[in-house]
């Protein structure tokens, strides 16, 4: 693999996503032609990716199901196991070391860190707790490869800059700030669960005022 | 507001989102041209986005950050609050029911469901606890409109047909399995923590081989 796109890589993790789905379905067969209506480009697009990912197919034919899911496994080296630390231990970032999932994946939660040196001797976590100045030396030396960001707005940045200076190589954001990355080589990407409730939301009232013009839930005047 | 088309909703969401961080960064003045680039649609769909719901722009002016953020506000009716309720009192649904982020937001949580007789009978939460046959009618009784699906595959069909009977509006698909609505009128989004993490595993392994080609974390031929 070499100089594959960041969006083509993207794409291919969407569809060993459905291919999960798939599998859970039953489904043997799958063409590029039904995998880009579920990901929303075309079936070109998703044969190129393919392609460029080294797994060939033939066009108007179907894949495996089961064969494709494999071979997006070791082209995508999904069984690959990496370190993984959460930032901020409030209750979200409680929530994600007790939660285990990451453990079951082979993401093993390696290290919290917090900046309440209260918080860092009393809570109790099975993952060893770290005060948040010694962010960077512990993710060197623990080779930890990927964080889970949950801390206030005023620590976000700050906290992914002392990651990246540890060698982080991935962050997932679940905060509703925009941080930035100051290395090429470091993938964050966001989880903003408020955003979707909120979405949803919206989607609620719109629907709602169109089967009933009469029942708006606010003035709708500009202000 | 009438028959606006639920992509031109998911995009005015995304640009609400986008102006709490300009807020945030204390941005006063935003062009289509630069909401367009960060959501990835042309300047003229963002354009055409806002006047469907009924805000209007000068073409090559730009607009204000925060009258815009506050007519998105009220156009989308995001200050509404809605009953929400967790089906799944797992390890994830007793975070999400522990987390309090939803009821600051509006979204208060008014019940939990479970399968699970022991789970109900002694778990402690601040929420009230319902077997999850009584579903459908909880729901209905309680004017819950938003649920957060927690449960395992087998149970992720059932829970979202028995909330679909009850009246419920929207779902926040937290598990990783693909679930179906009946009715039209009922949206579904779906939050996959472990695609996310296995997303950015990807981009790592792809962009360190293309650093270093010796270090493969796989063999890299096909099964």
């Known amino acids: 693999m070499k100089q594959i796109p960041q969006p083509t890589i993207e794409r291919a993790c969407s569809i060993y996503n459905l291919l999960l789905d798939f599998e859970r379905e039953n ?3 799958v063409s590029s032609a039904e995998l880009s209506s ?12 393919l392609s460029l990912i080294g797994i060939s197919g033939v066009s108007g034919a179907r894949y495996s199901a089961k064969k494709l899911k494999q071979d997006l496994e070791i082209r995508l080296a999904l069984g690959i196991k990496r370190k993984s630390c959460v930032v901020g231990i409030g209750k979200l970032g409680s929530a994600i070391l007790d939660f285990g999932l990451f453990n079951d ?3 093993e939660i390696a290290a919290g860190f917090d ?3 209260n918080t860092i ?6 993952v060893k707790l770290y005060p948040a100045f010694q962010m960077a030396e512990v993710v060197r030396r623990e080779k930890i490869e990927l964080a889970f960001l949950c801390v206030p707005a005023k620590a976000a940045q700050f906290s992914v800059d002392h990651l990246i200076d540890g060698g982080i ?4 954001n679940f905060t509703p700030f925009l941080v930035k990355s ?4 470091v993938f964050i990407s966001k989880i903003d669960v408020l955003k979707e409730v909120r979405t949803l ?3 609620i009232s719109a629907s709602t005022e169109q089967d009933s013009n009469s029942r708006r839930p606010h003035n709708g005047t500009s202000l």
Do not use: P, Q, W
Not at 38 to 49: E, F, P, S
Not at 169 to 172: E, K, P, S
Not at 182 to 185: G, L, P, Q, R, V
């Open 121 to 126: 001797e009393t809570k109790k976590t099975v």
């Open 38 to 49: 579920l990901i929303g480009v075309t079936a070109a697009v998703i044969r190129k990716d």
């Open 105 to 107: 994946y082979g993401f």
């Open 115 to 117: 900046s309440n040196m």
């Open 27 to 29: 489904i043997k067969l």
């Open 201 to 203: 939301s919206a989607l």
């Open 169 to 172: 190589r991935g962050i997932l």
């Open 182 to 185: 100051k290395s090429e080589d």
